[in-house]
């Protein structure tokens, strides 16, 4: 597998496998158009980096991470609010029960506020086809090197796991859970990830 920076040309994909990926989440069930509103403004605020995977030309797999969530959020929006409400606006049309979910997305920073740690891992997925065969982890190693080179020093991640079996990856890496919060109506838990120099 090849491992190269996300760009523009991938956004497509990224939105298809986001949206198989995270089938119980929140964000896609605005859509891959939404998504890739909020990958065009995530990536154009400079507050967005990541790689993707690639098999040949199949691109089977991505992760996101920011250096600042909260920057990141507000650039975002700042620069596709009216991109993001119109496909944000048609789901709530389409499942008005999505509505107050929508509102409780402003919440999101106040839950995952963790002391002065800004930098975050987003999305992480890898399509199904292709799992268990250590793809996500070369992503998501891809990743932290990336981060270690703009000096970040620790991050936090909320996994989208629901089994907490699952958290024995991060568990392993030796991340530390520091909570856990209600969101969306599910249990998400918020670990804290340090980068050791190399
Ligand atoms: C999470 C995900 C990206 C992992 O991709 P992958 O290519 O299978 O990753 P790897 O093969 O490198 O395995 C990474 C670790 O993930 C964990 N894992 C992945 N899927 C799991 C599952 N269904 N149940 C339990 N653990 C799982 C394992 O601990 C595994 O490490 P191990 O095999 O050494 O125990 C992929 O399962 C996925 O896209 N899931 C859906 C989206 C999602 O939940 N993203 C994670 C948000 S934090």
Redesign the pocket.
Known sequence: MEIVPISREHYTRMAE?HCR??TDDFLPNFGPKFLIALYEGMFASNLAFGYVGLIGDELV?F?IFTPDTSRLFRSTLKRKFFKLGWYAGLGVLRRPSLFLRTLETFLYESRTELEDVKAE?L??????K???????????DACEQAMKRMGIKEYK?????E?E??H??FI?RGYELKGEFTFYGKKWHLFLAKLKDD
Do not use: E, H, M
Request: a positive charge.
């Open positions: 496998l990926g995270y797999g992760c891992i999305p992480w997925v890898v399509d199904p292709y799992r268990r065969k250590g793809l996500g982890t070369q992503i998501w991640l909320v996994p989208a796991f089994k079996a699952s024995n990856f392993k």
